[in-house]
């Protein structure tokens, strides 16, 4: 298993401005996911964050809005980049441990976006 | 694409009546389907998995690549169980994207 914290747990940031959110985890993992929940909608991946190479990003999601850094194994960000409001949401990491049977992801509890 | 549709975002029913989560997928190849539920001030965490055939908290839920649906099931509901249930789908071993449903609010009234 895997205990995955993430700060801030919530922020209110005005139109324009950037926000960055870490996410920590208990022990060396490869792969980290960072996923995006709307308000009333379903959680969407933004991108994968492999340690050592560059973040893959869905269809729909570009590394100037949402630039990712995973400097090492325990430990990644992702930056909100010119923020709107259409970019309130909750924002979650998640880890999948490394592991040949490895299956389940363990997700954050989240940060809470509000934009104004 | 993959998309994952559950078609009830709300659903309610009364402790020891059965209850039945749906959710229905799209994907041309294999997939791995998988349960996550999320109770009250917790975090999201995996219920159950297709390949596994495992009950966890009294759920099943049986992938029918037929009618392309994996709904999950419990005989006989219990309070505990309201939360918020989702359906996610992998096209890829080892769950690494996982594409979500839109999530069912499961109420269980006493």
């Known amino acids: 298993s895997a205990v995955i914290s993430q700060k801030p747990s919530r922020d209110i940031c005005q139109r324009g401005t950037s926000l960055t959110i870490q996410c920590q985890v208990d022990?060396?993992?490869?792969?980290m996911f960072w996923y995006r929940q709307q308000p009333g909608q379903s959680l969407t991946l933004i991108a994968t964050?492999?340690?050592?190479?560059?973040?893959?990003?869905e269809s729909g999601f570009v590394i100037d809005k949402f630039p990712i850094s995973r400097p090492n194994l325990t430990f990644s960000t992702l930056t909100v980049s010119n923020l709107s409001p259409e970019d309130s949401s909750i924002y979650l990491c998640s880890v999948l441990p490394t592991g040949t049977h490895s299956y389940e992801q363990y997700f954050g509890p989240g940060t809470r976006l509000t934009v104004t | 694409a993959q998309r994952v549709t559950q078609p009830e975002k709300l659903l309610s029913v009364f402790k020891g009546a059965p209850v039945e989560l749906k959710c229905n997928y799209s994907?041309?190849?294999?997939?791995?389907l998988f349960w996550y539920v999320q109770y009250s001030r917790q975090r999201l965490q995996l219920l159950l998995r297709?390949?596994s055939r495992e009950s966890i908290k009294g759920f099943t839920a049986d992938l029918n690549k037929g009618e392309t649906s994996f709904h999950l099931k419990k005989p006989f509901a219990q309070e505990e169980d309201s939360a918020m249930y989702y359906c996610a789908l992998s096209a890829t071993q080892g769950a690494q994207k996982l594409v979500f449903g839109q999530g069912t609010r499961l109420t269980i009234n006493p």
């Open positions: 964050a492999n340690q050592g190479s560059e973040a893959t990003y």
């Open positions: 994907y041309s190849g294999s997939p791995e």
């Open positions: 297709h390949i």
């Open positions: 022990s060396q993992v490869t792969m």
